[in-house]
């Protein structure tokens, strides 16, 4: 499902990212765990195509993300990617459910209303529907963030410190969550975290910078 | 969910910049419109009043006077000239036709024209009531003067002395004159005429006994027989020493000149409050990029392409440039009909804000391309959001 060969990023001189090798197949859930600073965002925005290696060759679901660029990797991703920021950043001017409906809109695929609300349903946020996500407690705005990236049905999940600043039970929930919504469609999960109480609820781990 | 909604949902989540930027579009829009409304509408009129009239013969005195009292009838007279002098003009070879006029008087605030039937023949004038005045003392009025005094044929009027302010103190009450006839709605100045004989005014004014060698009229509208007239008649005219001739056409051109240099001031008013609304928009796509950088981050990451980001941006400033055309020239129009209601009194047939002018979408065209230039470096800078930067600084 995604396979990374010899992948490097460096910003100028600095090496943000060094992965000889990382393997992933369908539907597996995936913890990148290790410190601060030690290229986890950097490995999600590659495997989600926000960013190219500067050397290696990365495959996502059939697809040389190295050699696509431009409108057509965007349209790829808006399809086959589904990920949570650490900073969630819901499009504050818009409902929740519009920005759960921005999703299909953007990646160019028929709008989808009922799933919206039933995902919404499904995540406790219904009677929230309607709000702005100003309105939304952390918790709520995480779960709207969820349900947005898993719209439109990705191949790949991917979610970037879910736990940071959670309490425990709302930690074990946040990745119960990811962990169920990437099962119903199916999708591969990568959580990145620098936080050990993750490491309980995954047996496939990554470990950078060691 | 649209593009559209998406710029129409980011306008009203800052609703004060977005109406601050329409209104300033607006009320240049609405300034320019109404110039071009305006001058638009008193030009054509002047030039409908004017035409067919190819020289004003007078007494001696500015010839800009002239035309605008006798052509207009928006100035008094300078004097009067002799009868004689104007029969002898009349029956010059190269004068095709010449109408007299006889001013002096006023009914409540309209001009009392003492003149031929060719007078109301000129400007294709046909009754709505009654007939033309066959003998002295008998009158006609112009649509606007009947509907405006509510007068009918059969009614007895009475002359004010004086066509200046309305001046009820003077009225003629001893020689009251008979309506015979109203006139349909010409769209000309005559409309706010009453038409006489010019024996009336001489009769109103006491002179009626007297030989027509001592009597006066006030001017001559002159037709040319033949082009070459204009190169010689006037100088002709001009060399009597009672006499003054003036080209309406000459003396129009003259004033639209005038008030051509203040319309041009107004009207770059109006342009550069519709620049100062581009700036407007300009600045305020700027300021909301920089708080949309994570917004935009997003957009890129669900899919969207630079063009989809760059084109979001162009519309919001299209949207604004929109509202901002459709408010100013609905604007324009409404200051434009009002300005007709509150000037009534004093117009030739009044300004009207339900003309609309092809010209019009060159405002439009214009306003909406400055709308769009405004949004265009923020749209440049919007595509070129660096999405893993902005969404991992969080
Ligand atoms: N746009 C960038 N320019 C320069 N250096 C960067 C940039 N993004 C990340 N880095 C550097 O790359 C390294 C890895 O960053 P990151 O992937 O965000 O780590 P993590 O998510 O594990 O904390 C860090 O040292 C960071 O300072
Ligand atoms: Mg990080």
Redesign the interface.
């Known amino acids: 499902m995604l396979s990374l060969r010899g992948v490097r990023k460096r910003y100028g001189e600095r090496e943000a990212l060094a992965l000889e090798r990382f393997e992933a197949a369908a539907g597996e859930h995936w913890l990148v765990l290790g410190p601060s600073g030690c290229g986890k965002t950097t490995l999600l925005h590659l495997l989600a195509g926000l960013l190219s290696p500067s050397e290696g060759e990365i495959e996502v679901a059939g697809e040389r993300l190295d050699r696509m660029n431009g409108a057509r990797l965007d349209r790829w991703r808006g399809r086959t990617v589904g990920l949570v920021p650490q900073k969630l950043h819901l499009v504050p001017s818009l409902t929740v459910e519009q920005n759960l409906l921005l999703a299909p809109y953007l990646a160019g695929l028929a709008p989808e209303p009922a799933r919206a609300r039933a995902l919404l349903a499904d995540l406790g946020l219904a009677a929230k529907a309607r709000a702005r996500p100003a309105e939304l407690s952390h918790g709520e705005q995480q779960r709207a963030a969820v349900a947005r990236a898993v719209m439109n049905r990705p191949k790949l999940l991917l979610a970037d410190e879910p736990t940071s600043n959670l309490d425990d039970a709302a930690c074990e929930a946040a990745l119960a969550l990811l962990q169920s919504q990437a099962n119903a469609c199916g999708a591969t999960l990568v959580v990145a975290s620098h936080d050990r109480r993750a490491a309980a609820r995954f047996d496939r781990q990554l470990r950078l910078g060691e | 969910?649209?593009l559209a909604g998406?710029s129409a949902?980011?306008l009203?989540?800052r609703p004060l910049a977005a109406a601050l930027n329409v209104v300033l579009l607006a009320l240049g829009v609405a300034t320019v419109t109404v110039l071009l409304l305006a001058s638009r509408q008193i030009e054509s009129r002047m030039l409908r009043d004017a035409e067919g009239i190819d020289l004003v013969v007078g007494a001696k005195g500015s010839p800009m006077q002239l035309v605008l009292s006798a052509v207009f009838h928006v100035d008094v007279p300078a004097g009067n000239i002799p009868l004689e002098e104007a029969k002898k003009l009349a029956a010059h070879r190269a004068v095709k036709k010449a109408i007299p006029l006889a001013l002096g008087d006023s009914f409540r605030g309209f001009r009392i024209v003492g003149t031929t039937h060719d007078y109301a023949a000129h400007y294709g004038a046909r009754l709505a009531a009654g007939r033309l005045w066959e003998a002295p003392m008998q009158a006609v009025l112009g649509a606007e003067v009947a509907r405006a005094t509510g007068v009918a044929p059969g009614a007895r009027i009475l002359g004010a002395h004086g066509i200046g302010a309305q001046d009820t103190e003077h009225l003629h009450d001893e020689s009251p004159y008979v309506v015979v006839g109203v006139l349909e709605p010409t769209g000309t100045v005559l409309d706010r005429l009453v038409l006489t004989a010019v024996e009336s005014v001489w009769e109103v004014h006491g002179t009626g006994g007297e030989p027509e060698d001592y009597q006066e009229i006030t001017a001559l509208l002159v037709r040319y027989a033949t082009p070459l007239a204009a190169a010689t008649l006037p100088r002709e005219v001009n060399a009597n020493p009672a006499l003054q001739a003036a080209s309406p056409a000459y003396e129009s051109a003259r004033l639209f000149r005038m008030i051509g240099a203040g319309v041009e001031v107004l009207r770059a008013f109006g342009v550069v409050l519709i620049l100062a609304a581009g700036l407007s928009v300009f600045i305020a796509l700027t300021q909301a990029l920089e708080e949309r950088r994570?917004?935009l981050?997003?957009?890129?990451?669900?899919?969207?392409?630079?063009?989809?980001l760059f084109a979001l941006l162009v519309l919001e400033g299209f949207l604004l440039a929109a509202g901002g055309v459709v408010l100013g020239l609905a604007l324009g129009h409404a200051a434009t009909e009002a300005l007709g209601m509150l000037l009534q009194a004093r117009q030739q047939g009044r300004l009207t804000g339900l003309l609309w002018l092809p010209e019009e979408l060159w405002i439009v065209a214009g306003a909406l391309a400055v709308g769009l230039a405004a949004a265009l470096a923020p749209a440049l800078r919007a595509m070129r959001t660096e999405?893993?930067h902005a969404?991992?600084e969080?």
């Open positions: 969910m649209t998406l949902a980011y009203r989540a994570y917004d981050a997003i957009m890129r990451m669900l899919g969207a392409g630079r063009g989809r999405v893993a969404l991992a969080g």
